[in-house]
Nanobody, 115 residues
Framework: QVQLVESGGGLVQAGGSLRLSCVASGSIFSFNFMGWYRQAPGKQRELVATITSSGNTDYADSMKGRFTISRDNAKNTVYLQMNSLKPEDTAVYYC?????????WGQGTQVTVSS
């Protein structure tokens, strides 16, 4: 069973930065793509950023220029560097991995941005 474990969330002031990590229990090469999603209270889960097995990235418009997704295959880890954080970035951030038709989610990590 694949496990994805997120870490790196916390409380930060507006304008600050955080780096989230998602460690997979197996090789991330096996995933077609991996991504970060977030869910704020009372809202639907939304896409933040994705990265394919070949390293191609994609971002939600509101995150472009502020967030960067990357991967370290040797560490089976996907990162999300978040800069210039805003209070509206407050949410639980989830890691997702897709392997063929199967999708896997982590348990989430809370990010809270104070104004």
């Amino acid at each position: 069973q694949v496990q994805l474990v997120e870490s790196g969330g916390g409380l930060v002031q507006a304008g600050g930065s955080l780096r989230l990590s998602c460690v997979a229990s197996g090789s991330i090469f096996s995933f077609n793509f991996m991504g970060w999603y977030r869910q704020a209270p009372g809202k639907q889960r939304e896409l933040v950023a994705t990265i394919t097995s070949s390293g191609n990235t994609d971002y939600a418009d509101s995150m472009k220029g502020r967030f960067t997704i990357s991967r370290d295959n040797a560490k089976n880890t996907v990162y999300l560097q978040m800069n210039s954080l805003k209070p509206e970035d407050t949410a639980v951030y989830y890691c997702r991995g897709v392997r063929n038709v199967a999708t896997f989610w982590g348990q989430g990590t809370q990010v809270t941005v104070s104004s």
